[in-house]
Nanobody, 125 residues
Framework: QVQLVESGGGLVQAGGSLRLSCAASGRSFSSYPMGWFRQTPGKEREFVAAISWSGSSTYYADSVKGRFTISRDGAKNMVYLQMNSLKPEDTAVYYC??????????????????WGRGTQVTVSS
């Protein structure tokens, strides 16, 4: 059974840092791009960052570029998101998922159903 477990969220002041982790089990995602997405109540899930299967290429939403860094450890089936200079608008539940590039935008796999519970990030002003 495929399972993704996100962790590392919490409450932090603006300007602070957090490191999110995503642990995958049940299958290996090491051959696929992986991404981080976030969602706030009443809004659609939005793309944050993605990383190629090899880890050699990374992609970011404009809103987090220069502040967030995505990385992965294929051997451990882990994906990470280092978040620095956090802003109140970064407050959301963060999820990881396998993803693909469609045109110029990254989306989770359309038939992916094994979403984790996410990890809450709250940034106070």
């Amino acid at each position: 059974q495929v399972q993704l477990v996100e962790s590392g969220g919490g409450l932090v002041q603006a300007g602070g840092s957090l490191r999110l982790s995503c642990a995958a089990s049940g299958r290996s995602f090491s051959s696929y791009p992986m991404g981080w997405f976030r969602q706030t109540p009443g809004k659609e899930r939005e793309f944050v960052a993605a990383i190629s299967w090899s880890g050699s290429s990374t992609y970011y939403a404009d809103s987090v570029k220069g502040r967030f860094t995505i990385s992965r450890d294929g051997a451990k089936n882990m994906v990470y998101l280092q978040m620095n200079s956090l802003k109140p608008e970064d407050t959301a539940v963060y999820y990881c998922a396998p993803c693909d590039l469609y045109g110029s935008r990254w989306y989770p796999w359309p038939n992916f159903t094994s979403w984790g519970r996410g990890t809450q990030v709250t940034v106070s002003s």
